[in-house]
């Protein structure tokens, strides 16, 4: 079964700061998915990434994924109050059909 | 364009009830995807539906059974229900034709079982 694992599960950064939330997964895959989720709603889709060092950017955030290594970053520059919320990484298996198979998440908490 | 909705928002069920969710797609979408999140957890794949037929299932046992219909929205049915089916079940939808299979969730079923 693919794997998929985040790191750090829990993150608290002070506003103004910069960090990375690490997505690694166990098998072939060239599409990856970023979702974000607050406490008790829906999960909101923030990037797709379907090829070998794609990079996508919005706002704070940017995505890259390196399929060789089977690592995809998130990286959160200047964090702000409103970025707190939980983050998760999902993938879809080159054999495994259109299965998304998600991290166990990344807890996100900026601080003022 | 609307989005994927789902109902009931909460329920409540006594262990060896069983449970119908609902969910329809988003306009447009032909694949259905069932999820089941527990507290601090990632989402689990339950199984996939496209154009009516399951196109894909998780490691969920058979007590947990779906239908899609022809207008794309889609049933989770969980029978004979256990303490740990309590958690959060999302449905998400897709269009197979955009190529990138990226899938929109609804608001999710809060189900609590007791």
């Known amino acids: 079964e693919l794997k998929v694992e985040q790191n750090p599960l829990f993150l608290s950064m002070q506003e103004g700061k910069n960090y990375t939330i690490y997505c690694n997964y166990s098998?072939?895959?060239?599409?990856l998915y970023w979702y974000r989720q607050d406490p008790g709603k829906s999960l909101e889709s923030l990037f797709v990434?379907?090829?070998?060092?794609a990079v996508k950017q919005e706002g704070r955030l940017m995505a890259s994924l390196d399929t060789k290594a089977r690592l995809s970053t998130l990286h959160i520059t200047a964090a702000v109050h409103d970025l707190s919320a939980t983050y998760f990484c999902a993938v879809v298996g080159a054999h495994t059909g259109n299965q998304f198979y998600f991290g166990t998440g990344t807890s996100l908490t900026v601080i003022p | 364009e609307t989005g994927v909705t789902q109902s009931p928002t909460h329920l409540i069920k006594t262990r060896g009830q069983q449970v119908t969710l609902r969910c329809s797609s988003q306009?447009?979408?032909?694949?259905v995807s069932w999820y089941q999140q527990a507290l601090g957890q990632g989402p689990q794949f339950i199984f996939q539906?496209?154009?009516?037929?399951?196109?894909g299932r998780g490691n969920f046992p058979p007590r947990f059974s779906g239908l899609q219909f022809p207008n794309y929205s889609s049933e989770l049915n969980v029978n004979a229900l256990e303490l740990d089916d309590s958690a959060l079940y999302l449905c998400?939808?897709?269009?197979?034709?955009?190529?990138?299979?990226?899938?929109?969730f609804g608001p999710g079923t809060r189900l609590t079982v007791t």
């Open positions: 990434l379907l090829s070998n060092g």
């Open positions: 539906y496209y154009r009516e037929e399951e196109n």
């Open positions: 306009s447009g979408h032909n694949t």
């Open positions: 098998t072939t895959s060239d599409r």
């Open positions: 998400a939808s897709s269009d197979t034709g955009t190529g990138t299979y990226e899938q929109y």
